[in-house]
């Protein structure tokens, strides 16, 4: 018997092979369902998978949905079971015994068998690097923002240098969509149901869960954010939520729409008025993305084991149970309890900032962001976490410097420019590069900051040491 079983994150609109089949199931993993996730995550996979179960029913009279607590695979055995890659390593593993044919997944722009032959030409299988190598070997790929020549439109592979402005004082955001169907006021009933005790409110549901609904976001994003969206991508605000961002990574992670799809929407849109905006969005989509699968698939097991700085403090309690107290950190967390979302400047440049900088175990805040956000998933969060965030890879090297700053970047790029904790904050970074001096001193970008260490009045730098080490005993 033919089987091909559908994962929460293969919701694909078009899937040939199903026409084919004997039976079809669509199946709760619980390696997507019990891991301590957010609400609002587990709304959307339930709420999608229900909804995907109803629409491919209604073509298909041999479909079948389980739950995350019905599930034995052993119906698997001794017959012939198709699967979309699904990436994370745990569930292939799991599935292994199986025999499962994996095919190759819509989810990515890129083949494996094109990582493949990418690593093996471009690479040393060592040192990678994402904006001078990956992400211009993804543009010529697909021949994105070419021209005739060869070279990139406009003249520069990237705009990043002009991405990096905060709000103007007269940004207004768009109003934020809450969702509401049959679907979802189930999925809500069944995440209060079963996990109850989760991370995350429930009170409002802010993403789209069927494919109709999601490229009518795709399309709202074009026409309102993306002439915005490179100008203010990196901004943050305590009036902002979403800002100009796309907010389409939990429905592209769970394939309510694909790179190409996305792709073609935003190249209908392009002019040289939006070169900027353009390109940096898709730096994110096929550059970012696609490095983040990249780094996982052939190094992801290894950074799971590896921790730079040894760091070994646990995260912060108030991180699952925020108050009201005012400050940037906990408005955050504030954020990620409505919403499971925070854009990727929030999550580097603060949470992770701060998290490297309090000198938490690579493995703590890595938990922390797989259960926190609703876009998260282990391909995309262990290149961020252990190899951009906390910059602790050892034996191979993904990035070229931490990401790490003191206040000063955060007073720049946001309305947040008196924090009681800043003074906190500024401490902990200089007693960081102090502590590191040796291993910062080798990178040009901290050359200056390692210099004024080494100059700094020693009564200055001990009252900076003295504050640290109550925060980070």
């Known amino acids: 018997m033919k089987i091909f079983l559908i994962l929460p994150i293969h919701l694909f609109e078009f ?48 479909v079948s949905y389980i739950e995350f ?58 040192n990678y690097y994402h904006d001078r190598s990956f992400y211009k070997w993804m543009r010529y790929k697909l021949k994105l923002l070419i021209d005739s020549s060869g070279k990139p439109i406009g003249g520069k592979w990237s705009y990043d240098s002009e ?4 709000f103007d004082k007269n940004y207004k955001e768009d109003k934020i969509t809450t969702y509401s169907n049959i679907y979802i006021t189930e999925a809500v009933e069944y995440v209060n149901k079963h996990f109850k005790y989760n991370f995350g409110n429930t009170d409002n549901f802010y993403y ?11 399309r709202k994003f074009i026409k309102i954010k993306l002439n915005t969206f490179g100008k203010y991508q990196d901004a943050i605000s305590k009036k902002v939520v979403f800002g100009s961002h796309s907010v389409l990574s939990p429905m592209l992670n769970i394939g309510l729409i694909t790179p190409q799809i996305i792709i ?40 799971m084991k590896m921790n730079k700085f040894h760091h070994k403090n646990k995260v912060p309690k108030s991180w699952y149970n925020p108050t009201k107290n005012d400050g940037i950190i906990n408005d955050m967390i504030l954020k990620v309890q409505e919403y499971a979302y925070l854009h990727h400047i929030e999550r580097l440049m603060i949470m992770g900032n701060i998290s490297l900088l309090l000198r938490i175990d690579p493995n703590e ?29 050892t034996s191979i090297s993904m990035m070229t410097r931490p990401y790490i700053s003191s206040s000063n970047y955060i007073k720049k790029m946001s309305d947040y420019k008196a924090d009681k904790n800043y003074s906190a904050w500024d401490a902990l970074y200089w007693y960081f590069i102090y502590s590191n001096i040796e291993t910062l ?31 980070i005993k």
């Open 69 to 126: 607590d019905k599930i034995n695979y052993d119906f698997l055995l001794n017959n012939d079971v198709f699967m979309f890659d699904p990436i994370d390593k745990p569930i292939i593993k799991k599935l292994e015994k199986y025999k499962i044919n994996i095919i190759e997944t819509p989810a990515f722009i890129e083949t494996k068998k094109e990582l493949d032959d990418y690593r093996n030409k471009y690479t040393n299988k060592k």
């Open 163 to 166: 991405n990096r402005n905060p």
């Open 208 to 218: 789209p869960i069927t494919h109709e609904e999601t490229r009518e976001h795709l």
């Open 264 to 303: 073609n929407e935003v190249m209908n849109f392009y002019d040289d008025k939006n070169l900027i905006n353009i390109e940096a969005f898709i730096r994110q989509l096929i550059g970012w993305r696609s490095y983040t699968r990249f780094m996982y698939i052939y190094h992801g097991d290894e950074m």
């Open 15 to 62: 899937n040939e092979y199903l026409k084919s089949m004997d039976k079809i199931y669509i199946i709760e993993d619980p390696f997507y369902f019990i891991n301590n996730q957010h609400k609002q995550k587990l709304i959307l996979h339930r709420s999608s998978m229900k909804y995907y179960y109803n629409k491919i029913s209604k073509i298909y009279k041999n």
């Open 365 to 393: 805040i890595y938990k922390w962001f797989m259960i926190c956000f609703i876009d998260s998933y282990e391909w995309v969060m262990v290149p961020n976490v252990y190899g951009m965030s906390q910059y602790s890879l």
């Open 441 to 471: 001193d080798k990178i040009y970008a901290f050359k200056a900051q390692t210099n004024l260490i080494k100059k700094m009045d020693k009564k200055k730098l001990n009252n900076y040491i003295t504050i640290a080490n109550k925060l």
